[in-house]
């Protein structure tokens, strides 16, 4: 059937005349002539071939590569950032640092059979731990599945993950993590990435971050000490070095980072944390931050020396 | 024959403009429909084609103008086969007008837009390898023996491809009608 050669030899215009003649007999002849017809119609985008020359033979031969006009080129210009702000740190393999923790939920994504693709899948209860090809590691927990191309590691770590894993990432080539809810990669750096039901949250604890979202359409690189999150009922939360933003977030998490950020403590017998709220306040001014966030909702606080603010009606 | 064949070798060295030039005209076209194919995104597959191209002129000195070709497609393959996608793949084809009807028929001409969507959409659906054998094959106007060989697979697996892809494609368009 599929050595049909007078199909392939009428699909490329090969047929001699009787053969054309018998191939018309065909019962199926009419929508072949169709799906043939339809596809005269199609062409495919246009490249501008010579600007993409000329950019390439302009490029230095030794350095990265860069991008002729038009839109970015992704993995080298994010690793050139990445490298430019993030902290050198030696092989801290057994310095005994908290490993960073990665959960992701979300669907498991696999890369189209590749070379040597590494397939781990656990049932719950289940706990594995293992290395990549350039040392960097990770322990795989229950209900979890992992898995990465063996070959191409050396040019491109790239995991794809459902469930919940641990990763200890070595400083090298960009380190790439691949959930439905965003993508996150890092160059050597620990960071704590929480997504489950529904909530996608990334801190970043050494060196930095670049966090993609797909539902806040976000693109932030964290820098250490911040974090992003973001939830499917629309809660978003980013908290900064300077300034830090909430949008439909429990008035609590910003009374938390208050907390933190002033060194204050809030005293509250009669109000609600759990109300909703959208703000962005800086982190030089309490009284600035406290009139962003309290006056909106309608709360009244009053400053007492010792750090300590009542909030009331 | 040893020092003719290292006289070729410099001869060729696809470290000169020229010669890198005249590969990159040849196959750059190719090589971007091809992934674009793939993945149906044209800013990727341009991305992917920069990229492998710019390796090929990085290692100049280490790659063959024999196996120039077969480099740049593998090296563009190995960087398609590590990036995420996990959208369902929309191909967006540009249809060029339609010169003449035979029937001004405003329900004729309603099917036949039916028919034209129906059938775009059931070529973004039909399984990858399907799908760039196909274009391939139809808009590249590539024998399938190019098509085996840029895509690394032998020529019954071509014909293979292509059969299932006609297959599903003229059932369709049966049903429409």
Redesign the interface.
Known sequence: ????KL??KW??NTLSAEELEIFQKRP?Y???S??YK????????K?N?EA??Q???A?P??TA?T??K??T??P?RTSTILKKKSKSFSKWMKAGIAASILVLAG?L?M??T??DMVNIQLAAGQVKSGKFPDDSRFVLSGNSTLSY?NN?WH??R?V?LKGEANFSVYKGEPF?V?T?EG?IEVLGTKFTVISRDGHFEVKCKEGSVLVKTKKGHTEEVLKPGEMLSIDNDGTFINLRENISRFKNAPLKDAMTVMEKKFRIVFYNTEIDTEQILTCNFQHKNLNQALKTTMTPLGIKYETFGNGQIRIFK | MHTNAKMAETEFSICK?AV??QI??EY??TL??YL??KCGD??Q???L???A??KL??NCDKVNYETAKGYVFKTAN??L??????EKVKL?????P?ISHTNQNPEFLMEEKE??KA?NKAIADLP?KQRVVF?L????KK??KEIAEIIGISK?AV??R???A?DT???L??NI?
């Open positions: 059937m599929t050595n049909d199909l392939h699909l490329n199926e009419d929508s072949l169709r799906v339809h596809t005269e119609n199609l062409s495919s985008p490249l071939t993409m020359l950019t390439i033979l490029s031969k030794s590569l991008k002729s038009g839109s080129l992704n080298p669907y994504v890369a189209p590749a070379q191309d191409s040019k491109a790239t794809n790439k691949m439905t993508s | 403009e890198y030039s990159f005209r750059a076209t971007f429909n674009y194919y044209k800013d597959a341009e991305d084609t920069q990229e191209f710019m002129w990085q190995n960087k086969l590590n990036i995420y996608e996990h967006r084809y540009k249809a060029k339609q028919l034209e059938l990858e274009l094959s139809r808009i590249d024998t399938y019954q014909e293979k292509i059969y299932n006609l494609l003229r059932r368009s049966g009608r």
